[in-house]
């Protein structure tokens, strides 16, 4: 009897350790599926080089039919440099003046000519709103956001086949 009691400590101890192995074998065993689920859905998910070229938004076949190639949301457009601006700013405390160059951010490509063919009564208006600035006006970053604001206003005002999405400072100086 005695062998017996000592023979079932043994076996109830084997069966102790055999538990936390189990347990531990159990537990690599979920890990490595869990890694390999993780895996497998980045690797099967990741867009391939073919698949992003088809998922680029299209442009609207009444578009192409005009020539006119409009920018999804998202990306910027067609690009077109202006000629430097000069003008004397509005200020009490002596003259002022502010020099800008600006790149305009197009909605499409053809309204590059609609722009030539306003130059005049563009450049008119975006001289008239850079004159009636003073130097506390355009000074802080906040004062040229506003001023990008205005002068994409006034720009559109004048265009009938597109628009200007945005306009950029490549010259600031105010002396």
Request: no cysteine; net charge positive.
């Amino acid at each position: 009897m005695a062998e017996e009691k000592s023979g079932g400590k043994e076996a109830a101890a084997q069966k102790g350790k055999q538990s936390p192995v189990l347990v531990i074998i159990i537990v690599l065993v979920l890990l490595v599926l869990v890694g390999g689920g993780v895996a497998g859905y980045f690797l099967l998910m990741a867009p391939k080089s073919g698949q992003s070229q088809a998922a680029a938004p299209q442009v609207v076949d009444m578009q192409a039919q005009q020539g006119q190639t409009y920018v999804p949301s998202g990306l910027s457009g067609p690009m077109k440099a202006m000629d430097t601006f000069i003008v004397n700013l509005t200020d009490a405390q002596g003259t002022r003046y502010l020099k800008v160059t600006i790149q305009l951010e197009m909605s499409h490509e053809m309204l590059s000519q609609e722009i030539e063919k306003r130059l005049p009564q563009i450049r008119d208006e975006v001289i008239t709103l850079l004159s009636s600035k003073s130097f506390d006006d355009v000074a802080t970053i906040a004062g040229k956001r506003a001023l990008k604001r205005s002068i994409i206003s006034s720009m559109n005002k004048y265009l009938t086949t597109g628009k200007v999405l945005n306009v950029y400072f490549s010259e600031f100086v105010v002396q």
